[in-house]
């Protein structure tokens, strides 16, 4: 094993751990509101941009099935893919007890086999953790290939340059930590995190994270490290036209108005194969 392969490994290994436990506070960081708000923004994207109607989807990275269960409760065929198998086997549980019907596989978000199958293909929060910046581009080309001609694809990134508070913001970084304390009927979680190690050049940074979930069957306390791609709005574009992609919009926030100088916390992007 080459050194970088095995570089590849830790992050594949470490974001493996983190998701495999994330379902216990996923529920209290993503409310009921963003999801409808973040579906609504995914159909608005597919009326928008897609040259046909949206029909058949897949989500790369459906982590606990958050969209890829919404979009298939809304009407869509959906296929969503996760490499946690933990996330995969949530989503399922859901899928079945709240009786959606939709297929589900655990796979590598830069493995994917399918060629013109889809109408729109989502990745989103997943580029910005891969483990280099070559699986971001095989990831894209796949996504590419994947899509029927006139789809688009939904990515997103988290924007280094937000002005606010939260764990992936320059701010934090430069201070070297990140605190956060979420209360919610029942149920606690605390997170810190503190940078192990960052690279500006590269624009990489690893967090060595403690969360703590005070919920009614007890308290569980996660250890973890999680690395951290900083991708700019021009790396993303450049990415995207290096896959094959056409036309690219951004929307800052899942603001439906694009915004001239937007200072988001995450900007998303959507893309059409021409
Ligand atoms: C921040 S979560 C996002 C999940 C979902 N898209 C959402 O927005 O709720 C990131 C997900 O990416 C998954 N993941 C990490 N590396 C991956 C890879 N190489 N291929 C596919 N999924 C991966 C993790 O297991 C996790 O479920």
Redesign the pocket.
Known sequence: MNRSESARKEV?KA??SY?AH?GYF?ELT?DENTNKRELDFLEFAFRTHATHRVRDVL??????G??VLGLANRGYKCVG????PE?IKKARVKANREGISVKLLQ????KLKYENEFDAV?A???LF???DDD?VLTCLRHVYRALKSGGILICNIANPFYDGENWFSLKSIQRGHYVNDIRAPNIRFISIDQIQDFDPLHGVAWWQEIHVVEAPDGTHIFQERERLRLFTYWDIIHYLQAAGFGETKCYPDWNIKPTKKPKAEWLVFVSRKD
């Open positions: 594949l974001s493996r998701y994330q996923e993503y989500d790369v990275a459906c982590g606990s958050r969209h893919q996760d490499y946690t996330q796979c590598d978000a830069t989502l989103v929060r997943i953790l891969l483990p699986d």
